[in-house]
């Protein structure tokens, strides 16, 4: 029994010396690997550990601001002229008045200026028209839309208070006005008035009757706005050419007042001539009677008052073969050729060769008659179209420049003032018609400059 539980034994330690010769083969194997390793690669060096410096805090530097370009206004532009350096002119009237007049007056000087538009305006010129309504607000509105559009200069309004209306817009955005009104109290301060103050016409007719003898001027006409701007014109004019108003009479009213007004003007100054010696008068040229209470009768009136004033004086013995009666731009009327006792009387207007030239070119493109004032639009548009080919554009040293302009109705030039100065002919009426008893000048005078 012992040999074999001794060979169980030997079997187990010999399997256990296997197990442990294995093990050891393992470990040595294993010693071996590494030491085969470190013969051939070396371990890299550990990385240096970099500590960042502290953060340097810097007070914020405050940055100016860009400068902004302020955005330049460009105004009305059409989409045909966008390449053109355009001129605008607005040109305000009272398309939508409550008075059909008005509104028939406003087309007439919006053709006017249209028609100078195309005679003389170069092509980047813009005419921009705006409705005043026939109100001053409306003409405020018509005003500050112009502003808007870019306007380089106005043309308008009508009449006195919208023209006082827009000029305060117009002013504040130093945008010149050339106006209509003859309201002078609106003038002045970049507003011009192209218009025929009666001021002028008298001043014209009172120098001239002056040069052929008058000293002695009476006044008969209406006591309104218009016939008391005649009276105080007759005064001042008659004094600086050393005569005076010797009488005067006013009246308001129709027919009846201005026939008690004649009366009052001759009552007991004049006698009837006889036959002989109105036939007698007729065959000189009139020379002022130096024993004439008054010489000439200035007569403010125009139309059928006029026709009928004139037969009432002749009826009170002032007879136009002893007296000279002078009249104003209101006797500019051919209908008043039909009536007698204006043959012979005086007026200053302006120059007849021009002014038929524009009415025949008005007539021709548009198949009508101008108005009396629409040869004002076309002078207005004219001298834009002039000052936008200037080196001074629209400012006001070139609108006042002292040579003047020549228009439709003549010569013309504006004062500092506003107001405008006018080389006006004298005319005498004529049965066949009016003849030019002295032409208008076609130049100023240096010593005439204001």
Not at 333 to 354: I, S, T
Request: charged share 20%; glycine share 8%.
């Amino acid at each position: 029994m012992l040999p074999v539980f001794k060979s169980r034994i030997a079997l187990s330690l010999d399997t256990l010396a296997q197990s442990r010769a294995a093990r050891c083969l393992a470990v040595i194997g294993l010693v071996g690997t590494l030491a085969a390793c470190g013969t051939t690669q070396t371990a890299p060096p550990p990385q240096p550990v970099i500590i960042p410096p502290a953060p340097v805090i810097e007070e914020p530097v405050e940055q100016e601001p860009e400068p902004v370009e302020e955005p330049v206004a460009v105004g009305l532009m059409p989409p045909h002229m966008a390449d053109r350096d355009i001129a605008r002119v607005a040109v305000l009237l009272p398309f939508s008045a409550d008075n059909s007049g008005a509104r028939s007056e406003a087309l007439r000087l919006l053709r006017a200026a249209e028609l100078a538009l195309f005679e003389r305006g170069s092509g980047n010129l813009l005419l921009i028209p705006k409705d005043t309504q026939g109100t001053p607000q409306g003409a405020r509105s018509a005003a500050l839309a112009a502003v808007e559009d870019g306007a380089d200069i106005i043309v308008g309004p009508l009449f006195g208070p919208a023209v006082e209306a827009a000029g305060q817009v117009a002013r504040q955005a130093d945008v010149p006005v050339i106006a209509f009104t003859t309201d002078t109290a609106v003038a002045g301060d970049g507003v011009y008035l192209m218009s025929f103050p009666p001021e002028l016409e008298v001043a014209r007719i009172v120098e001239y009757a002056t040069r052929h003898g008058v000293e002695r001027f009476a006044y008969l006409g209406p006591q309104n706005r218009y016939g008391m701007a005649v009276y105080s014109a007759l005064e001042n004019n008659a004094a600086l050419t050393g005569g005076y108003v010797a009488a005067e009479s006013f009246y308001t009213g129709d027919v009846e007042a201005m026939a008690r007004a004649s009366a009052r003007l001759a009552e007991g100054v004049f006698e009837p001539l006889t036959p002989e010696e109105a036939d007698e008068l007729r065959q000189q040229d009139w020379v002022p009677d130096p024993e004439a209470p008054f010489q000439a009768v200035i007569l403010p009136e125009g139309g059928t008052r006029l026709r009928s004033l004139g037969p009432l004086l002749i009826s009170q013995a002032v007879d136009p073969l002893v007296v000279r009666f002078l009249g104003t731009g209101l006797w500019n009327d051919p209908d008043l050729l039909r009536e007698p006792a204006l043959h012979g009387g005086w007026f200053a207007g302006p120059d007849l060769d021009a002014r038929t030239a524009f009415e025949t070119a008005y007539e021709t493109n548009f198949g009508s008659e101008p108005s009396r004032i629409a040869s004002l639009a076309y002078d207005a548009m004219s001298l834009a179209a002039h000052l936008d080919g200037g080196e001074r554009g629209f400012t006001r040293e070139a609108i006042e420049e002292d040579q003047g302009f020549l228009g439709a109705d003549g010569l013309f030039r504006f004062r500092e003032t506003g107001l405008i100065e006018r080389g006006l002919a004298i005319y005498e009426m004529r049965s066949r018609g009016l003849r030019e008893i002295e032409p208008a000048p076609l130049t100023f005078e240096p010593e005439d400059a204001f």
